[in-house]
């Protein structure tokens, strides 16, 4: 399959990239590098681009002969969401039906997007599974269900095929160190508590140590970044061949604690980890973990990196380096 690789440039496309080359498909990113970095392209062509500007994609589309679309490009700063939903809903939501209507002016006809736990809120239980109630407590997961809702109309209007991929915490690099997790600012808690094991920054801030969990501390399902890229080559390869349009969680079904992430990094490097207790971030739920059970079965995909340590070793090896 030749597929455009909306957001390729970033951090869970760019090793979407990665995996498609490896899977024989061929990628081609479309992406305006405000957050993706041009050395993450590294498996096919760069359509230096934007969301917002539908002759481009439409071009993008027909000019390359795109058979499939996967859709990674959003913000996705849950705080920054919630201070300016209104750059948020515009890029998150309003550029997405720029591509969806771009989709449809040229007969492309498959996607996959990226949709997150954050859709679900607080859940009513651990592990989530998709039959839950999704009811968003940030501007961010707002705009993830909305695109998802905009899927499913359109998947009964126009006969678009389309998969909603629910990531859970994304985690870890390329094993071979090509490309691995970098944003600007980053805030995501295992690079930053790599860089604190590093000495290329202070000590990490734990956000809450009240929370009613085993050591106070919130809870997430870190699931390899790899195995997220393999899911969406599946669904793909599933959409192809008749399946038919949903929405599925991605994680391991298991959970780490801050601590425990914190101990992780620790055994890894062999280093110690400055830390500090700090209040609570608004809008976090104590505990995220999916019930991967339904993507499992419908892709007949598995997560190869059940080992949470391993997952931390490939995070390390490409922020050491
Ligand atoms: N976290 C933390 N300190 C940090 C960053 C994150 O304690 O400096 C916690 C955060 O509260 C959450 C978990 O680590 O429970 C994962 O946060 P991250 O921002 O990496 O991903 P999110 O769950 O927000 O998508």
Known sequence: MRVLVVGGAGYIGSHACLALAEAGHEPIVYDNLEEGHDWAVQWGPLIKGDLADGETLRSAISDRQIDAVIHFAAYAYVGESVTNPRK????????????????????????????????????????????????????????????????????????????????????????EGRIGESHDPETHLIPLIIDAALGKRGPVKIFGTDYPTPDGTNIRDYIHVLDLADAHIKGLEKLKAGASSQALNLGIGRGYSVREVIESVARVSGREVPFEEGPRRPGDPPELVADPSRAISTLDWEPRYTDFDEIVRTAWNWHSR
């Open 88 to 175: 948020y809903f515009a890029n998150n939501v309003g550029n997405t039906l720029n591509l969806l209507n771009a989709m449809l002016d040229t007969g492309a006809r498959d996607i996959i997007f990226s949709s997150s736990c954050a859709t679900f809120g607080v859940p009513d239980r651990v592990p989530i599974d998709e039959s839950q109630p999704q009811a968003p407590i940030n501007p961010y997961g707002e705009t993830k269900l909305m695109v998802e809702k905009i899927l499913r109309w359109y998947g009964e209007a126009y006969d678009l095929n389309w998969m909603a991929l629910r990531y859970f915490n994304a985690a870890g690099a390329d094993p």
